[in-house]
């Protein structure tokens, strides 16, 4: 069965940090670019970050652009999302989803098929 995980949410006070892993089964990562996504309460699915076959590679949308690091471990068969300096605002379930690599140059795909999902919540 083909899917990804993610996993590392949880509760962090503003400020904090977070790191979020993607894991591949029952495929490997190599040849596919990984895309981070959240989702809070009421609101539409937001794309936040993606990642291609290099780690040079990567796009960010402005609200989380120097707080947040995508990496790639591919032995792991894993993506990482390293969140810092979160705030109340980033409060949402987050998740990962992948798609073929067509292009090495990007990582901007129209993505489906996500995860299940991890809660993260910022508060005090």
């Known amino acids: 069965q083909v899917q990804l995980v993610e996993s590392g949410g949880g509760l962090v006070q503003p400020g904090g940090s977070l790191r979020l892993s993607c894991t591949a089964s029952?495929?490997?990562?190599?040849?596919?670019?990984i895309g981070w996504f959240r989702q809070a309460p009421g609101k539409e699915r937001e794309g936040l970050s993606c990642i291609g076959r290099s780690a040079e590679v990567t796009y960010y949308v402005d609200s989380v652009k120097g707080r947040f690091t995508i990496s790639r471990d591919n032995a792991k068969n894993t993506v990482y999302l390293q969140m810092n300096s979160l705030r109340a605002e980033d409060t949402a379930v987050y998740s990962c989803?992948?798609?073929?690599?067509?292009?090495?140059?990007?990582?901007?795909?129209?993505?489906?098929?996500w995860g299940q999902g991890t809660q993260v919540t910022v508060s005090s």
């Open positions: 029952g495929f490997t990562l190599d040849d596919y670019a």
């Open positions: 989803a992948g798609h073929p690599i067509w292009d090495d140059r990007t990582c901007q795909y129209e993505y489906d098929n």
